[in-house]
């Protein structure tokens, strides 16, 4: 749609208002070249593109934006001039770390009438959220993987944040089935990338495991595992003296004997079926299979570890540790034929080289149609939450998010849907458990005034009691609370409190009172033009006590006063409203999560099918 379209949807009045307007997208990666595009066609004033990576060439399939002769430039630039020729935006470019607070500090991101999250971390989404919090901005988030996909517009204070849901964190195994008991794959693969390649090129030493991680109790495994351990770093010596005439035995020691004193700890094969340790099986330097996408012999992958680990032992010359990347050959390689080599001992199916880089590299593939989709969603949705558009139900909690579900799903049914959005959930630890604001500081105040005199202006501005505790969330240390005053004396510039760093104060239990003051997230600013330091008042608003209450945050009113929503911290509102609005999630949510299970329910029309008019 030109900028004629919006302009026809939106009226002129608001058109020139879009014109007026600042957006920030984080991240020109999929999602984020589709909708760089996208918003320079709606025709917002000014756009900022955020992003800290160089181009690669397996980003260029799917990144329309990039060409061969950029790989290796940065992003976010590259992007930029890609549709500098038919912008009417101004566009500036930045490559960074959108988490670096030195360059993009909060007074930097309030510049933006909405941001548009295009990553994909949970760190980086989580850390633009928590500034969209402080500062009251809209977010919109989004994200895909393979045909899967959402976008989440964020109100802060009125809808859900990104954190109001738990959020799914990757998968790990537990280390005795890595170590002692694969039986699949994608285990072997684990153990060749995380734990062998590491030992022999990576920094050498790792941690020692938690009695948890380790998954078993039978202290013979544990011993066995540890030991194995300590016998590795034999090998990484010979890997580091670069001694190719030791290949043999590494493959003796590691598919021969570690396998055989396995073998002997008995319990661990009473109900699974046995490993059986290699032959004699010698590497052959000729002959080697370089095809990725054939299903290699045993001998192939033999040849091929030996091949992989002479080669990477000479890098290691010239290189000292190596980090695995999935889209370095000689890595790739070693990983894959040492995972099938162990996956055949452990009668499991082995795999083409193709197929383990896809389990090595976590990949899920990226579809470009999905990032087009909600790109073009996220987009489109902006305008309702920028209130741009004339819609009589326009309240906050009636702008739908969307999700996309598999396109092998999808039959006759539907392949979006659009629920609602909630009001913050009121147990969030983000966006309802603090109120927020910034503490902006002098040089002067930065440099030389201490911790202790810090919490005595916050305490009398904010009626905090004398039992308050203070975090810095930043680098997640406690500098004081009601026992501990050991850093008083220190300067803040001594203690390392920057721009950026978030100072979270609350107040712990107190007898006299069963409710306390709200916690209070501060954000630390740098300001020559302050005078000393500048504390900007916020609501008083005390909680009941967390130990005795199991809905902790709810929060009440001090002295009757009427409730307030007031930056957008905190809303108020009845158990009734909640439950409802759960309800109508939860069916929303498994109407994409059991899509693969159950016919999926009819989803409304109305709702389903179109984003911008409900
Ligand atoms: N903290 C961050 N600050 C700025 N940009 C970020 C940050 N974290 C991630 N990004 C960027 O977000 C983009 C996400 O895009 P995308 O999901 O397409 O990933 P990709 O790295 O381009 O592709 P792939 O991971 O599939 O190789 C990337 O370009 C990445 O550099
Ligand atoms: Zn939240």
Redesign the pocket.
């Known amino acids: 749609m030109g900028s004629n379209g919006i302009e026809r949807l939106v009226g002129n009045e608001r058109y020139s208002k879009m014109q007026g307007m600042k957006v920030l997208l984080?991240?020109?990666?999929?999602?984020?070249c589709e909708l760089l595009k996208n918003l320079i066609l709606m025709g917002f004033g000014e756009i900022h593109v955020?992003?800290?990576?160089t181009i690669?060439m397996?980003?260029l399939n799917?990144?329309f934006l990039f060409r061969q002769r950029d790989i290796r430039k940065a992003?976010a630039t590259t992007a930029v001039r890609a549709v500098e020729y038919f912008s009417n935006s101004k566009l500036v470019a930045h490559q960074?770390?959108?988490?670096d607070s030195e360059v993009f500090p909060l007074s930097w991101f309030k510049q933006f009438n909405i941001l548009f999250n295009?990553?994909?971390?949970l760190?980086?989404r989580r850390?633009v959220n928590k500034m969209s919090q402080f500062l009251n901005v809209p977010l919109l988030e989004s994200g895909?993987a393979g045909f899967d996909g959402h976008i989440q517009p964020i109100i802060p204070g009125k809808t859900e944040c990104f954190d109001c849901t738990a959020k799914e964190t990757p998968k790990t195994f537990p280390i005795c089935t890595i170590r002692s008991t694969p039986s699949q794959l994608v285990h072997c693969v684990v153990w060749a990338k995380n734990f062998l390649f590491q030992q022999l090129f990576g920094g050498g030493e790792q941690e020692m495991p938690s009695q948890e991680d380790m998954g078993t109790n039978d202290p013979s495994e544990i011993e066995r595992i540890n030991q194995e351990t300590d016998e590795l770093y034999q090998l990484h010596e010979w890997v580091q003296y670069g001694d190719e005439t030791k290949v043999y035995d590494i493959i003796k020691k590691l598919f021969v004997h570690d396998i055989e004193k396995l073998l002997m700890i008995e319990n661990l094969w009473r109900t699974r079926r046995k490993p059986v340790p290699l032959g004699n099986v010698q590497p052959y330097s000729e002959d080697i299979n370089n095809d990725h996408h054939a299903m290699w012999s045993l001998q192939d992958n033999i040849n091929k570890f030996a091949q992989s680990t002479k080669i990477l032992m000479k890098r290691l010359k010239s290189e000292k540790s190596l980090e695995f990347d999935k889209d370095d050959q000689d890595m790739l390689e070693f990983v894959a034929s040492a995972a099938n080599t162990r996956a055949h001992i452990f009668n499991i199916q082995m795999k083409t080289v193709f197929d383990i880089k896809q389990i090595a590299g976590n990949?899920i593939p990226?579809i470009v149609t999905t990032?087009a989709i909600i790109a073009g969603l996220s987009s489109l949705v902006s305008l309702r939450v920028l209130n741009l558009l004339d819609i009589i139900s326009n309240g906050p909690t009636n702008i739908p998010m969307a999700f996309t579900a598999k396109a092998s799903n999808m039959s006759s049914h539907r392949y979006l849907v659009a629920p609602l959005l909630a009001p913050p959930n009121p147990k969030c630890p983000v966006c309802s458990h603090y109120q927020r604001t910034v503490i902006t500081l002098n040089q002067e105040s930065w440099q030389s005034m201490k911790l202790g005199d810090l919490i005595k202006k916050i305490r009398d501005r904010y009626g905090f009691s004398e039992e308050m505790s203070v975090m810095d969330m930043t680098s997640n240390r406690l500098l004081a609370d009601f026992d501990f005053d050991d850093l008083y004396s220190q300067t803040l510039q001594g203690l390392r409190l920057n721009i950026g760093t978030i100072l979270a104060v609350s107040d712990s239990i107190s007898k006299e009172d069963d409710t306390v003051r709200k916690p209070i997230e501060f954000y630390l600013e740098l300001d020559n033009l302050v005078n000393e330091i500048d504390f900007p008042a916020l609501p008083l608003v005390r909680v009941i006590q967390e130990d005795e209450t199991e809905n902790p945050e709810e929060p009440k009113v001090d002295d009757g006063e009427p409730i307030f929503v007031d930056n957008g911290a905190i809303l108020i509102e009845d158990e009734e409203t909640r439950a409802e609005v759960d309800k109508q999630r939860k069916r929303a949510y498994s109407n994409v999560e059991n899509a693969s299970i159950t016919k999926r329910p009819k989803v409304d029309e109305a709702d389903a099918a179109i984003i911008l008019l409900d």
């Open positions: 984080v991240g020109a990666g999929g999602i984020g955020v992003d800290l990576d690669d397996s980003n799917r990144q992003k960074g770390n959108i988490m295009a990553l994909d971390n760190s980086a850390y895909t990949i990226a990032n």
